[in-house]
């Protein structure tokens, strides 16, 4: 049995991007994961193909689940990788989504899958999403970091170059083989508090969603993820205001993130014309048809 599974084949892809997030190490405050579901669910994404477990998946590390489909029928999930296409009209070009399980094994064999499948798709660029911790505080603007595999996208990206070095994940790998195989590759990356390592953290799931945007060039309506945000950053506050130990520990981070944003220059920072162009774009996406 083949590893990768079509299960349809998607005609009529117009210039697709190929994005990817994967569950585990490389997704801090489920941000990554939570962001390519959100834009899935936003998009309409139909599911095409999966990738079988049986070669990539440790099933002591990653347990399959047991579930009752009727109440009495016993059913088998096993971890797995889902792909999906996101037909997207109003927008330049559609997606393919990638998401599931990081495999525990044979991760070059995977991202050579992954790279078989964005060319046979005729996939223009790949797009890794991850999360890492760091220490950074929950009231201010998620930092995002990115890598790109040439000078365009660098300057496209219009973010820090992250300076990363040490043990990495899937979403490393996936990009620097992307890379070796010549396919235009980019890679986002949200920065998470460490002290709410634990909750779910739709804030940075939104400022990926936002800068993911940009990049591909198609808008969603995150008024909803906007709103689980906002939610998350008081409920955070509300906890932090409740020991004064991490009170005072939020209050330094929040002044060397002050101390940093003042060192910007203001040619570093978007023209009131940009992001007047980025929001009637997304007016034309969502707009009706004519």
Known sequence: MQPL?????????????VICAFTGWNDAGDAASAALSFIGASLGAERFAQIDPEEFYDFQAARPQIRLTD???????W??????????????????????????MRWRTFCGLIIDLAEALGTQLVVSLGALLADVPHSRPV?????????????????????????????????????DAGLPSA???????????????????????????????????ASELESAASDYERQVSLAVQSDPDVQAFVERLEQAAEEESDSVRPGDLPSGDVIAREFQRFLRQQGPER
């Open 187 to 221: 890679s986002l990356w949200a920065s998470v508090p460490h002290y709410v390592a634990a909750a779910p953290n739709p804030k940075a799931a939104l400022a990926i969603v936002r800068k993911l945007e940009g990049l591909v060039g198609v808008s969603v309506d």
């Open 79 to 104: 971890p797995a990788v889902e792909v999906f296409a996101a037909r997207v009209p109003r927008a330049p070009r559609d997606l393919i989504l990638v998401q599931g399980v990081e495999p525990s």
């Open 71 to 77: 109440g009495r029928t016993r059913e088998i999930t």
């Open 143 to 179: 930092a995002i970091t990115g890598l790109a595999s040439d000078d365009g996208l660098v300057s496209k990206l219009g973010l820090p170059q992250a300076s990363y070095e040490g043990p990495t994940g899937i979403v490393g790998v996936l990009h620097a083989a992307c890379a």
């Open 5 to 17: 599974q079509w299960e349809s084949r998607p005609d009529g892809l117009r210039a697709p991007a």
